[in-house]
């Protein structure tokens, strides 16, 4: 059994997380799902451009660190706020969000709230997903959000996760946002520094009819930092989801991105900035499922690579038949910024219906020679040119928002990449 697979394994034995005997047979369950499939290998479709030897070698205790924190940016309040996987009352302040029920899963286990436990009851039989099965045994906690029916304006809430940079351990969150009928929210998770350490997340996404989540992910981890990161996302008719994924972070980070348009009319919006650098590895996998009439989805994404970095993502469109009229369309663009860097793309389309649309393109190449000669003739530095048709190129991806406010809000937390004055890192 690999070293990783190994230690999850004893945190399981020896912490023996919380629930009542229903929860506890769903985590020994998966637990044995996990190991029934194993660490995952490179001859897995899937997985084929992970570093996975090297991790397969680690081993992650649960984590104990509680110092080392740089709270120094924290965004204004609403906001959450979690540290080294453990909510950090202190830091939190949830004043001025009507409407907006905010609870942790590690209260619902306490309390044996039967709803919100049944997060932990679903089953991962895929045998490509065993990080899926491993965050159901281990998960002590996570954010449940339920946001009331009909359309009041609200601040953005955000959601912090900030790690030590001391932290060496290993930890596991399960979240759910739902939101009601005609509901409207904007939420922004915050993922940064994490030390030598391990996390694994997994959030559960509910949109009923009508109702309009916008979603944003801003990932700065420690270039030591592992994270497995999922996203599962049911959209019903007339409901819209606005997403947006930046990363600039960590040592493997790796994003499954899940879009289900389950109602006539459903949309999702989805836009992404992967930026590696040094010699991290960026891994998402996207796919956007249609299986209703009428649904529409538009995905947006941009992929960079400098140093020694790699960037892998995969973009599949499914339409399911029965879902007729369905428009669906991905773009993929990708920039290698350096001779050693390594971009790895994969579009797929997979259509069982009539009379629907769907496109999907993918290119990678390098900044334009023509275009950085014009800027440097005209006096622009090579640096600040370079600099200025990096923007350019990502600038498409970050358009999903549509929300002037809101974007200028989001600047101060973005990376340095792609702060309005940065520069190539």
């Known amino acids: 059994m690999a070293n990783l697979l190994q230690s999850l394994t004893d945190a399981f034995l020896s912490r023996a997380p919380g629930g009542n005997a229903r929860v506890r047979q769903w985590r020994e369950s998966a637990l044995a799902q996990a190991l029934r499939v194993g660490f995952p290998h490179n001859k897995l479709e899937r997985w084929k451009h992970a570093p ?37 009352a202190a830091r939190s302040s949830i004043e001025g969000l009507a409407g907006v029920r905010i609870s942790r899963l590690a209260d619902a286990l306490h309390d044996e709230d039967e709803r919100a436990s049944t997060l932990l009851g679903r089953a991962f039989d895929d045998i490509e997903a065993p990080f899926a099965s491993l965050n159901t045994a281990l998960a002590e906690d996570g954010l449940l959000l339920d946001i009331d029916a009909g359309d009041s304006e609200r601040p953005p809430l955000h959601m912090v996760f900030i790690g030590s940079h001391e932290a060496e351990g290993s930890h596991a969150l399960r979240h759910r946002i739902e939101c009601r009928e005609g509901a409207r929210l904007t939420v922004i998770e915050h993922h940064r520094g994490g030390g030598a350490a391990l996390d694994n997340q997994f959030w559960h996404v509910h949109l009923k009819p009508g109702s309009r989540l916008v979603h944003v992910r801003l990932q700065t981890l420690d ?91 995969f973009g599949g469109i499914r339409i399911d038949a029965g879902a007729d009229g369905s ?58 040119a370079m600099a200025l048709l990096t923007r350019a190129f990502y600038a498409e991806a970050l358009t999903v928002l549509d929300d002037d406010n809101l974007f200028a809000g989001l600047t101060p937390y973005l990376p340095v990449q792609l702060q309005p004055e940065g520069a190539l890192s």
């Open 52 to 88: 996975l030897r090297a991790m397969a070698a680690k081993s992650f205790a649960p984590e104990t660190c509680t110092s080392g924190i740089d709270d120094s940016a924290l965004p204004p309040a609403p906001r959450v706020v979690f540290v080294n996987g453990r909510y950090d």
């Open 223 to 313: 270039p030591r930092h592992i994270q497995f990161s999922r996203t599962d996302a049911a959209i019903a008719g007339d409901a819209q989801y606005v997403r947006l994924d930046v990363e600039t972070g960590g040592h493997y980070v790796r994003h499954e991105l899940n879009l289900n348009l389950q109602g006539r009319n459903a949309t999702a919006l989805s836009g992404g900035v992967l930026w590696a650098t040094g010699t991290c590895t960026l891994d998402t996998r996207l796919v956007s499922r249609h299986q209703a009439p009428g649904t529409a989805s538009t995905l947006i994404w941009r992929g960079l690579a400098d140093d020694r970095s790699r960037a892998n993502f």
């Open 327 to 384: 428009d669906a369309a991905l773009t993929n663009k990708n920039l290698l910024l350096s001779e050693q860097a390594q971009i790895n793309t994969q579009p797929a389309l997979e259509i069982h219906a009539d009379e629907v649309k769907a496109a999907h393109g993918a290119t990678v190449g390098q900044l334009d020679a023509g275009a950085l000669f014009y800027l440097r003739s005209r006096g622009v530095p090579e640096h600040e």
